[in-house]
Structures are given as structure tokens and as C-alpha cells.
């Protein structure tokens, strides 16, 4: 299974785009990104996802790169409520088993 | 109320007692999971189950036991309870269709003295 590698952590100031990388340089060709994110004490909420094409949803924009080797997910306007820990995830090959490999994420404080 | 909950939200046990947490979801998921999250470390599968009366293990399992009667639930057993099983435990479910992404419960928190 693909890894991913994410900054430990990241400042954002609000109401500016939060641009928080991840580099996947071991990906499969079937292999999506996924994205989640968990607020402090709760569950992982999910975002986004995407196989190689930028997808954009209400929450965030998805930015893949030609090589599939990295990502970006971008929060256009960073509130306070988006500070939490931003997981970056390859989803795990075991048939259809769907399970996710998480690692520890990059914790995103967005700052009045 | 639509979604998934978790019940206890906090237990306090002692090594050696068998606990169970309970995991509910309203939206007829075939996918069910349950994690364990402890500080550094990302969440780590315990188990997950495919569909009623279907589980399979997931990276964690050792000291757990799982059961799926029913489709919308899916409890987690540690039958021994020990220190090392101090953690928070999140429990999740998805679809057969559309992408990967999985529901998240609120977690439980359980403390083994």
C-alpha cells in the first residue's frame, strides 16, 4: 500500500487559502487520494477525494499533480472552525477490503 | 437520529473485565470498522466487517473480538481488558457505492486501570 507523507504542522491565517501538501510518490495507477479531517476530540470527518483529475467540492478544492506523486488540498477561506488535523490518505489495496492506511496527519491552526 | 453513534462515550474498567462498545448506524452501510487511535500514532484498524455475519481483521486485532447479527451494528469486545487497550476507539461505516469515504461515530474513550 501506497504511504503518504505529510508536514507535521501548518499556520494558516483566516479568511486565507490554506494549502496543506502531501506527497504519495508510491502511488498505484488505481490508487486514490483521499482526505480527511479531525477536529479535536471527534471523529474524522471526510472531505474529498481524487483519482487524477482537481475535484472541488463545498469543503475543498483537490489538486493533483500530472505524476500523481503529490497532492494539495485547499481550504479557499480558512475559518476558525478548520483548524483540526488534515489526514492525507492513499486508499489501501486488499481486494475490495477498503481499508484506509492513515498516518498522523498535519495539525492546521488557522489564527484570528 | 439518523447517523452513528457509540455507546459508551467514556468507560473506566479494570484489567481483566470484559467490555463492550457498541457501535449503531441508521443508514444501512454494508462496510463497518472499527479503529483505535492513540497519541503518535494514526488510527490503526482493529476490525471491519463487509456485511452482516462477514468480519475480517483489520492491523490491530489481537485482544478484540467482533460480531455483525445485524447490519446496523457492530460491537467491539475486549474480552481480558488491559493498559495497552487504553484508547480512544472510533467505529465507522460506509456504502457499497460511490467512493471510499467512510462515517465516522464520536468515539469512545476507555480507560483501563
Known amino acids: 500500500d501506497a504511504k503518504t507523507t505529510q508536514p507535521t504542522s501548518m499556520d494558516c491565517a483566516e479568511g486565507r487559502a490554506a494549502n496543506l501538501p502531501c506527497n504519495h510518490s508510491?502511488?498505484?495507477?488505481?490508487?486514490?487520494v483521499y482526505w480527511y479531517r479531525q477536529i479535536h476530540s471527534q471523529g474524522p470527518q471526510y472531505i474529498i477525494h481524487g483519482l487524477k483529475n482537481n475535484e472541488t467540492n463545498e469543503m475543498a478544492s483537490l489538486i493533483i499533480t500530472e505524476d500523481r506523486k503529490s497532492s494539495t488540498l485547499i481550504l479557499p477561506h480558512a475559518t476558525l472552525r478548520d483548524t483540526a488535523v488534515y489526514y492525507c490518505i492513499v486508499r489501501g489495496r486488499a481486494g475490495n477490503n477498503r481499508k484506509l492506511i492513515w498516518g498522523l496527519g498535519t495539525s492546521l491552526a488557522v489564527n484570528p | 437520529d439518523a447517523g452513528i453513534t457509540q455507546s459508551p462515550r467514556y468507560k473506566i474498567t479494570e484489567t481483566g473485565r470484559q467490555v463492550t462498545l457498541m457501535c449503531h448506524q441508521t443508514?444501512?452501510?454494508?462496510?463497518m470498522f472499527w479503529y483505535r487511535q492513540d497519541l503518535g500514532h494514526g488510527l490503526r484498524l482493529i476490525y471491519y466487517?463487509?456485511?452482516?455475519?462477514?468480519?475480517d481483521k483489520g492491523e490491530v486485532p489481537d485482544g478484540y473480538v467482533v460480531s455483525r447479527s445485524k447490519t446496523e451494528n457492530f460491537p467491539l469486545t475486549l474480552e481480558s481488558a488491559t493498559r495497552s487497550q487504553t484508547s480512544v476507539y472510533f467505529c465507522?461505516?460506509?456504502?457499497?457505492?460511490?467512493?471510499?469515504?467512510?462515517?465516522f461515530g464520536p468515539g469512545t474513550r476507555l480507560t483501563v486501570l
Open positions: 465507522a461505516s460506509r456504502g457499497l457505492a460511490g467512493g471510499n469515504e467512510q462515517f
Open positions: 508510491t502511488i498505484s495507477g488505481n490508487e486514490y
Open positions: 466487517s463487509a456485511a452482516a455475519d462477514i468480519t
Open positions: 443508514w444501512s452501510h454494508s462496510y
